[in-house]
């Protein structure tokens, strides 16, 4: 009998939305950041931190807290958006993104934000670093689970497939890596700087389950944590089909919206409009 998917919609489409202002909130008011790769990935980490973690806001600490790593950390206004929806943070603290002394760094950072599970943004290392906790966890006979994102560009490290391959051997079944694959990095599309289809199968030749979805789709994405969490064999990937920039037309689909760029007034008021953004969230905008 096929498991019933029970994901609520509207519910995490609103959430999804109002991610992405804020998104847009943070990067206008700090005057730079990466909004590309932060927006492909909100579907993703809306449903996660919604639905799939286990964790106690109140509590970062929790033993058995499960543990979500932004292994691509620059994309880390949409991790901050992710913490307000769920109340691990307020709202109030996105003023300080990019701000010298502030929680909210440009990239995570452990030491300012308790709730961050390791400081990131050296692309590869995120990973490493999961696969190392997911194996303490084992060791400790814990039944929290790992959970990495990474970007497709960072895919070109030689770390991620050194990783890939340890995991694999150490049948870690308590992790999951989500590949936020929009297609796109800094400077152009991936095809024309390295390639590294066939995606999946690569990923099954070194021994992962591996899950292909629309990353965009709250069905797909739910079905596949499911698979995810009652794979009790070998580490699993689930590769996150995305938009870059998406949600905002003028941004969808371009290696230019990447990052470290300035959202003027009037583009991120066109953004937040198209978004449905409130009077107040409008007259915020410098």
């Not at 497709?152 to 890596?177: F, I």
């Given at each position: 009998m096929e498991e019933k998917i029970t994901v609520v919609g509207s519910e995490l489409e609103q959430h999804a939305k109002q991610m992405r202002r804020y998104i847009l909130s943070m990067i206008n008011h700090a005057g730079s950041g990466h909004p590309g790769g932060s927006l492909s990935a909100v579907e993703v980490l809306a449903y996660l931190y919604q639905k799939e973690l286990r964790f106690q806001p109140d509590n970062p600490d929790w033993t058995e807290r499960d543990r979500f790593i932004l292994s691509k950390g620059h994309a880390c206004p949409v991790l901050y958006a992710a913490a307000v929806t769920c109340g691990i943070i307020d709202t109030d603290e996105l003023g300080g993104f990019r701000k010298i002394g502030a929680a909210l760094q440009g990239h995570p950072d452990v030491s300012r934000t308790p709730w961050v599970e390791t400081s990131t943004g050296s692309l590869g290392q995120g990973f490493s670093v999961a696969i190392g906790m997911a194996m303490g966890l084992i060791y400790k006979n814990s039944e929290a689970r790992i959970y990495v994102m990474l970007?497709?560009?960072?895919?070109?490290?030689?770390?991620?497939?050194?990783?890939?391959?340890?995991?694999?051997?150490?049948?870690?079944?308590?992790?999951?890596?989500?590949?936020?694959?929009?297609?796109?990095?800094?400077?152009?599309?991936?095809?024309?700087?390295?390639?590294?289809?066939?995606?999946?199968?690569?990923?099954?030749a070194f021994n992962w389950h591996t899950i292909e979805i629309d990353g965009h789709d709250f069905r797909q994405i739910e079905a596949a944590f499911k698979a995810a969490r009652n794979n009790t064999e070998m580490p699993t990937v689930i590769i996150s089909h995305t938009i870059k920039g998406k949600g905002v037309s003028y941004m969808e689909g371009s290696p230019a919206w990447h990052g470290s760029v300035k959202l003027r007034k009037n583009e991120t008021l066109f953004a937040l409009k198209e978004l449905d953004a409130s009077s107040y969230e409008l007259e915020e905008i410098v």
């Open positions: 970007g497709d560009g960072e895919l070109q490290e030689g770390e991620v497939w050194e990783g890939a391959m340890c995991a694999a051997h150490h049948r870690l079944s308590n992790l999951c890596a989500i590949i936020d694959y929009n297609k796109m990095q800094s400077d152009d599309l991936n095809v024309n700087i390295m390639q590294f289809e066939p995606l999946k199968q690569k990923w099954h």
